[in-house]
């Protein structure tokens, strides 16, 4: 059996975790930060505060949050940062297959970026791809959801909201976000949804071939009509639906996926063979 801690237990992320890893064939300790205020000592998930002692004798190490840096010098396993903002100089996430043999640590990968990478093993035929990617809050995770909720009890209160947990006004509010150089054709647009992305592609056939399905590979589900921001949150698969032209040279693909799912649930199962 996988044994394992999760390091910022209490957060959104954490939480996930911890979840998803106990319901596979995994040990987990949960750990904070630091030392635990009163409401994560009480709350549902017993999570203990950060020990060297607490690491000794597992496989591996999962960041959701940032430990004091003393906590895991020397530790002989594996480690996996899957925080909002990792180390860029730690190899990514393979997009397939199992952790890497030689690796100590490895980052996470975007959830856009894996989701970007299935678009071949659904569509045959494919070339150009370009569109806009409507974005939900959950990608800043805790300080995402208290942001949203702080920011759209001060407007339906006639206030002005409060910026300083997010950086922009997003109640009530879709955001666009200009690309970034050299990024692709993909168009960022922040949405006041807590879960659910989705990405609208335009897609053109590769010269000379015709566009047309290909049979959902695993935790893919085609659907009958576009999937909204809702079914997206409700759902453990990602969602697609593709309306084709009729010459079959271009289409429209939706693409609805939870960020979390599929930006770090996912990935972390596979890479740790427990899928």
Known sequence: MLKLAVIGAQTLLGRELVSALE?????????????????????????????????????????????????????????????????????????????????KSLRGRPALEQVLALIPSLLEGVGEVGGTHLR????????????????????LNGEDPDLAKLGYRQAFEAVPVTPVVGKGRLMEIRMPSFHGDLLILQVRAAEGQTLSKKEAPLGVKWVESAPSSRDVAVSADLLAYADFSNDGKAAVLTLGFDPVLWGVLRPTMRVFGLM
Request: no cysteine.
């Open 23 to 103: 319901a596979r064939d995994a040990s987990v300790v949960p750990l904070s930060v630091g030392a635990l205020t009163v409401e994560e000592e009480i709350g549902d998930l017993v999570v203990f505060a950060p020990s060297k002692l607490l690491l000794e004798g597992l496989d591996a190490v999962i960041l959701a949050d940032t430990p004091d840096l003393e906590l895991l010098e020397g530790f002989p396993g594996r480690i996996l940062d899957l925080r909002p903002e990792p180390e860029a100089r730690i190899e990514a996430l393979p997009l397939a297959g199992p952790w890497p043999q030689g690796a």
């Open 136 to 155: 939900s809050i959950a990608w800043l995770g805790d300080r995402g959801l208290e942001g949203l909720v702080e920011q759209t009890l001060a407007v």
